[in-house]
């Protein structure tokens, strides 16, 4: 299933108005379990993102083969990673 842009748009301001990350990832697990959600650091993930958020880099998921991997196909999305960015960096 792929990732809407109004899912898309839902994720963005949901992660503008949360203040810790751990609230953040169980509710966007919430809202979208039909969704893989990874968290990591940003210093983890070398692609460049999807989108950046002011605390996060939103990558697309792509696990629709056996290998889940990165894309910038939102077409093909099945996740998101949230790489968290720290502040000051």
Known sequence: MALAKEQLNEIERLLATRNTDTSALAELRRRFPQLTWVQCDASDVTEQPFRRLPRF???????????????ADQARATGLVLARRHLGR
Not at 57 to 70: F, M
């Open 57 to 71: 880099d939103l990558h697309l998921v792509d696990g629709s083969n056996p290998c889940t991997q990165i894309t």
